[in-house]
């Protein structure tokens, strides 16, 4: 079946770096991407999100970018600080359905 | 604000033995979720409900069964636990279809383990 998955399960990134946390989806009708992060014990907390209709979406020191021709997607942390320091989960959607797909998560440690 | 409430945060259960693990949301969202996470293996979703009185499988269902008992409440009950059911689960909810807004509010899990 098709679903969503991701390219690395750990990133080490230096404080203060930019992160960059890569996911590959296989489905090409699906509409909605998301990413979550997960602290350890909590549930996750959503992120951005980005539609099949656009390229890039920036937020707060986050910004995701969608390549539709490869179905790429990825998470961009700019000055990444202790506190970004989370498994980060991608997701995809679809506009009609109610469900939503995670991928198996990327773990991001932040060297001091 | 409480948001999405689960119970119990912990449980351990005998091969055979049944559970209900109970959700509620006081944001008045329509959808609702009931999701696994085992090691390495991300979050599945076993059922969900998009409106009160509706339920769907979703990738996991097998072994669960689920109850949207009113709009705040989504209940998942396991009626013969098997070890292969050790996972923690997570409840959520969002405001409308999950298509439609990505925003999947969490509780914080509910650890479950069967021996």
């Known amino acids: 079946g098709e679903s969503v998955g991701l390219h690395l399960p750990t990133l080490s990134v230096q404080e203060g770096d930019n992160s960059i946390i890569n996911c590959a989806y296989s489905?090409?009708?699906?509409?909605?991407f998301i990413w979550y992060k997960q602290e350890s014990g909590k549930g996750p907390q959503f992120i951005i999100d980005?539609?099949?209709?656009?390229d890039k979406r920036q937020g707060q020191r986050v910004t995701v970018l969608l390549n539709k021709t490869v179905k790429h997607l990825s998470l961009q942390i700019a000055a990444t600080q202790p506190g970004d320091s989370a498994v980060y989960f991608c997701?995809?959607?679809?506009?009609?359905?109610?469900?939503?797909?995670f991928g198996k998560g990327t773990r991001l440690h932040i060297l001091p | 604000n409480a948001g999405v409430t689960q119970t119990p945060k912990f449980q351990v259960l005998k091969t055979g033995q049944s559970m209900t693990l109970q959700c509620a949301q006081d944001?008045?969202?329509?959808?609702m979720y009931w999701y696994r996470q085992d090691p390495g293996m991300g979050l599945r979703l076993i059922y969900y409900?998009?409106?009160?009185?509706?339920?769907d499988k979703g990738e996991v269902p097998n072994g669960y069964n689920v109850s949207r008992l009113n709009k705040r409440e989504f209940s998942l009950r396991l009626e013969s636990a098997a070890p292969s059911q050790t996972s923690v689960y997570f409840c959520?909810?969002?405001?409308?279809?999950?298509?439609?807004?990505?925003?999947?509010?969490f509780g914080e899990g509910s650890r479950l383990t069967v021996l």
């Open positions: 959520a909810s969002s405001e409308g279809k999950g298509g439609s807004t990505g925003e999947l509010f």
């Open positions: 489905n090409s009708a699906s509409d909605y």
């Open positions: 980005i539609r099949s209709n656009m």
């Open positions: 997701a995809e959607a679809h506009e009609i359905e109610d469900k939503i797909i």
């Open positions: 944001m008045n969202h329509n959808s």
């Open positions: 409900s998009a409106s009160e009185g509706t339920t």
